[in-house]
């Protein structure tokens, strides 16, 4: 089983746009295709991000969604604080990923797929990670 962390703009387009590659992710780990791997301040990035009034058209129940994802998810308790990259909260990506023993790191963000692999994690695009789903890689 495929262990991947989805960092929040993945899942907050899989969310609003479902039907391109982040929607097909989403519902693919819904399905148990992946295990998600999450933790408590991912959890609480993704609450503030869906509550913000831009996503109110897209997202009608977002602490709803928040509950579905941690609910479907592996929850880990980093023990690391890390300091990797410059944007703080995509360390919390990597302490997730590292502390779940991730396989795969799911970003659109350009901080963390410039790093490549992190602890064992190979961190890739949300259609790279379709591709390896539908591949079964």
Sequence with gaps: MIWAVLDTNTLVSG?????????????????????????????AELADV???????????????L???IETASVLVEPVLRLSVV???????????SQAGHADYIVTGDGGLLELDTFDGASI???SDFLQILDSGS
């Design 124 to 126: 890739v695009q949300p």
């Design 15 to 43: 969310f609003g746009w479902p039907d391109g590659p982040p929607g097909q992710i989403v519902e693919r780990a819904l399905r148990g295709r992946f295990l998600i791997v999450t933790s408590r301040a991912l959890m």
């Design 86 to 96: 410059p944007d703080d909260p995509d360390n919390r990506v990597l302490e997730a």
């Design 66 to 68: 928040v509950l579905l």
């Design 50 to 64: 869906l509550q913000r009034p831009k996503l109110a058209a897209v997202v009608s129940e977002p602490l709803a």
